[in-house]
């Protein structure tokens, strides 16, 4: 795992809590309103009493422990990444599978499905971010509410261009998953409607000279593009060579079209391979390499799908083989969306302190400060 960002290892908190180690904190001042004890040996802030203030010179935002376990703040916790691919133009009762599935495995959503969830997530507390700052470790979601990601693979019937307004203004079909993100996102301002869509050499299919000034369009309205391979292809299968074409192509095209506005991340065609490390040598193509003269890395890759993704603040969390949620229907069984969030909602779910520079969770979940620290250079803060 690489390491993340530089941090605010400056970061100064002038707030009367308990400082629970010696270590705390390498390089920051403490004020005089923290007292310290020595009794445990974790680079950890804990919170015990109810007056907890803002720092004026860093902005960080500290509550109260009262706050912190009435809204259930855990930032160890799971984060949903939805992964969904095609969206069509039908209601659930168009078709003869299950719920909103298009196809037998649930892989197609129709758009009455699509906008269903959309609601209901926000409903349920959940506030959309990027992808690229869930893998940076910058989770920016308001206090109490609880991160999601959304992500598209493939390209077709994610983008569908109607045509364009006088202004260059796209005008999409209000039907595929951008119009309808579109529309949620005026409904909902405080959503942060926000979506990655992973690319194939064919985009998104509404010809190439409008699809390269849709997506300089989608960079600038808030959407993320990133990397599905060339041709879908299964890299778990291929060779270094092979997987650094098919890598390769994709940021070099993305380069050109959207220079430094792309996503570097690997959504990896069939969750192929599933695991990389030292002893498979080749797969460090996907992270690095050079195609045509270009050279690319990549930060994350994206697996296929079941199930929640940890946090990226505990160790189990591997930016290699990053989990999704399938978006699909199966009366709440085999890792449906309902199953999903069944889950998330009992006590699973990631519930953000609303300070994208702190890491909060209760006193009782095992983690090492140190070690977040150390890779994220985030202020730790416990609380009983
Ligand atoms: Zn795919």
Not at 96 to 123: C, H, I, M, P
Not at 226 to 240: E, S
Request: glycine content about 8%.
């Amino acid at each position: 795992m690489t390491c993340f960002g530089e941090g605010n290892l400056n970061r100064k908190i002038i707030a009367s809590v308990l400082v629970a180690a010696i270590a705390l904190l390498g390089g920051c001042k403490r004020s005089s309103e923290t007292s310290e004890t020595s009794a445990e040996s974790t680079s950890l802030t804990t919170v015990t009493e109810t007056t907890v203030n803002t720092s004026e010179t860093s902005g960080l935002k500290l509550y109260s422990a009262d706050e912190y376990r009435a809204a259930g703040v855990n930032e160890l916790n799971s984060v949903p990444i939805l992964m969904y691919h095609r969206i069509y133009e039908k209601n659930n009762a168009e078709t003869s599978y299950t719920g909103g599935n298009v196809d037998k495995d649930g892989y197609n959503r129709t758009s009455e499905a699509f906008e269903a969830d959309l609601r209901s997530f926000y409903q349920q507390g959940y506030r959309m971010m990027r992808l690229t700052d869930f893998v940076d470790g910058n989770i920016d979601v308001e206090f109490g509410y609880s991160p999601l990601i959304l992500t598209f693979d493939d390209g077709i019937r994610d983008v569908v261009l109607l045509g364009w307004e006088a202004d260059g203004t796209p005008l999409f079909d209000p039907s595929c998953a951008i119009g309808i993100l579109e529309k949620i996102k005026a409904e909902y301002p405080d959503y942060n409607v926000t979506a990655t869509f992973f690319v194939n050499s064919q985009l998104f299919e509404n010809g190439e000279e409008n699809d390269r000034k849709v997506m300089k369009w989608m960079v600038d309205n808030g959407y993320d593009i990133g990397n599905h391979t060339k041709d879908h292809a299964k890299l778990g299968d291929c060779n270094a060579d092979e997987i650094e074409k098919q890598v390769g192509y994709i940021y070099k095209l993305l380069d050109d079209i959207i220079p430094g506005q792309y996503v570097n991340i690997v959504a990896l065609p069939y969750g192929s391979p599933e695991s990389m490390g030292p002893d498979k040598p080749k797969y460090d193509r996907i992270f690095s390499g050079t195609y045509d003269g270009f050279n690319y890395t990549s930060k994350a890759s994206l697996l296929c799908a079941w199930t929640r993704s940890y946090s990226p603040f505990v160790r189990d969390y591997n930016n290699t083989a990053i989990r999704r949620i399938r978006a699909y229907d199966n009366n709440g069984e085999e890792w449906d969306i309902e199953m999903n969030f069944e889950q998330l909602n009992n006590g699973k779910r990631y519930i953000s302190d609303g300070e994208p520079d702190t890491i909060v969770f209760p006193s009782s979940e095992n983690s090492s400060g140190d070690w977040l620290k150390e890779t994220y250079g985030h202020q730790v803060v416990t609380y009983d």
